[in-house]
Every structure is written in C-alpha cells, then in structure tokens.
C-alpha cells in the first residue's frame, strides 16, 4: 500500500513514515525542510521515502500537483504549526497553515482518484476548554482560547463541513494529546526541553508545574492514526476519534519532571518558573473509550513507559548510536506489545 503522510520532517511524521516503511510499505511525503538533530534528519528518514517533496501546504495549487501526482492509497494529514507559544507570535501563519492548509490537503485528495481513505490529525486542544476533570469525549463542543487551539478547532470543523458538503474519500478525524518520544527538537515542549537541560547539565526552567497533561508515547499515538485508516479502508471508522491514555492515567507536569530527572541522573535537575506566561490551558484530558470499543485500540506504552523510551532514545542516541536503529527497536518492541492490535493485521 502506498501512503502519503504530510508533516513527514517533523516528529510524528518520521516516526509513522519508519513505521510504515518497516512493514513494507511505500511511504510519500509532502512538508517543509526538517528542522536541525530531529528524529528525521537523524534517523535518516528520507532513505526510506518514495517521493521526498517539500511544498507548503499554504500553496493550494502545488499542492494538489503533488497529492495528485503522488497518487497514495492513504492519506494521513499531521503537516502543521503545532506550538501554542509560537501561536501567539506568528498567528496568521498557524491560521493559514492549520485551517486554510487542512482545506488545501482535503481537495487535493478529492481530485485524487487512487486516495481511498484520509486521516486528519488535529489535537485534544480542539475541545472547549470547560476545566472539567473527566475526559473530553468526541461529541463535547469545540473551542480554542489560543491561536493554535482555535486553528485546529477550525481545521477539525472544516473537516467535518467537507465531509458532510464533499462526500467521496472516507476521512476521519484522530485528536490525541501531548505526545512524547525521541527526537522531537520543537520548541516549548516540555520533554524535549527537559532533556536537552539534563544533557547539558543546566537545570530546566518549568513554567506549569501543576498542570496536569495526558502524556502519550509517539507509538501509541500513531497506533490510533493508523488504526483509523485501518478501519476506513474496511468501510467503517468515518467521524472524529480520540487518542490518548486513560483519563486516570493524566500526570502533572511536576511528576513528569521529577520521573525524568531521577530516572536520567547525572545530576539532571529543574526549577519552578511559574509567572508571567502566554495562556495555555491547565487541565484537559481525553477520553479514549470509542476508539478502544470500536477498534481495540489501547495506550500500551503506559507512564512512565513513555518517558523511559524517550529518555532511553535521547541518551542512546547523543552517546553515539545509530538513531534509525534506535527508532526501529522501539518501533519493534512496540510491536510485540501490541501483537493482538487490529491495526497490525492490515499494516
Ligand atoms: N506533538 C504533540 O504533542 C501534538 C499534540 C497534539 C497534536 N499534534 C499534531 O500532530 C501533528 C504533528 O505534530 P508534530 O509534533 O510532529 O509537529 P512537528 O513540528 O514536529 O512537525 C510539523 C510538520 O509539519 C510541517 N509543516 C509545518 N508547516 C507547514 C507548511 N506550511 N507546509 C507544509 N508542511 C508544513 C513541518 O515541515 C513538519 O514536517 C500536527 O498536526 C500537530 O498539530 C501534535
């Protein structure tokens, strides 16, 4: 099967485009240049790659050249301005990149005859933010106080427009949370910032330590993305999904810090920052119930799992060792996990 994933240079999207490439698959992918030491300028993603495109998604018209000219059976759409913070500086561009650029990705695909199934990516942040303490479920209202929040609330109900308005490619729409893993290098994150201070031997300044984030591994959240292709190419899985660990299984970013520097050591260490900081929302969990029901899926890399893998591959990796093969032994653990998961028997 021929997949195209859009957002391949970033953090998810490498590690889907090694997973898919793993099992045998031709992988496409259309996105901007990588960023410097991520996991797909390390992991040498593009080896892999049958088409290496980098095209702004901005670009309605080269756009739908490329997915057209790409021709994939599947289309999984992560391509983005992800940061929050970064939101508050360059808002336009995360509009015109997370809704206008979602749009794009849709009728590219419609003028796409081989595409048979989509998957958008938006994220847990599309939901309003009520402060409730149970799981945001599909069906809860969507809203976004931030820049970033409210484009991807735009792109989720785009999405949904389209599919009501355009009906032809089965899409769905997969949200999941705060996602961990090697070789994220963005900026703001928590864990990347976390480790490049325990690498360097600088204490980590911590902005919200008492908020509370449904920490996921990379893996369960790609297990979820293709999970949904898995079921919209046997005729089902169409609407929005959440991914993310049970709602009990959310931990405050102070128990993450003190996991990760004690499991670290060599001195790692971090400090309370909280002060004067851009908005960002305090609570928000997911609640993963349809997508278990309905696909079997499961987070199987629980906390602190998901934090040992990313410490284990960021220490192994800038101690010298080979980052694809570090990427493909999580990627092969993760496996035999997860051996009994529906979305192995199709990919
Ligand atoms: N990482 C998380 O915790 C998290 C949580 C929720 C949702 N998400 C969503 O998952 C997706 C992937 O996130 P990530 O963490 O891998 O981000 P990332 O920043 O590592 O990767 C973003 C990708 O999008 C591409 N991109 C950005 N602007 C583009 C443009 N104008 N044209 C073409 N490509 C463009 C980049 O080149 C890169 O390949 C995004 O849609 C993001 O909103 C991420």
Known sequence: ????????????????????????????????????????????????????????????????????GVGADVVLHLAAQPLVRESYRIPRETYETNAMGTYNVLEAIAATPQTQADVIITTDKVYRNVGQLEGYVESDSLGGDDPYSASKAMAD?????????????????????NVIGGGDVSKDRLVVDLVNGFASGEPVHIRMPDAVRP???VLDCLSGYLSVA????????????????????????????????AWWGDGAAWVDDSGDHPHEAALLTLDPTKAQTAFGWRNAVPFPASLEWTLQWEKAVRGGADARQATLDQINAFISLTADAPWLGRF
């Open 1 to 68: 099967m021929h997949f195209l994933v859009t957002g391949h240079t970033g953090f998810k999207g490498a590690w889907l485009s090694l997973i898919l490439a793993s099992r045998g698959h031709d992988v496409s992918g259309i996105a901007l240049d990588p960023l410097p030491g991520g996991v797909f300028e390390r992991a040498q993603v593009t080896e892999v790659l049958r088409d290496d495109l980098r095209i702004d998604i901005r670009d309605a018209q080269a756009l739908k050249d490329a997915v057209t």
């Open 157 to 177: 109900i785009l999405t949904q427009s389209w599919v009501k308005s355009f009906p032809g490619v089965p899409t769905a729409i997969a949200r999941a949370g």
């Open 215 to 217: 920490w996921q591994h």
């Open 230 to 261: 898995d079921a919209l190419l046997a005729g089902e899985g169409t609407g929005a999904w959440n991914f993310g660990p049970d709602p009990g299984d959310a931990h405050t970013v102070r128990e993450l810090a003190d996991t990760g520097t």
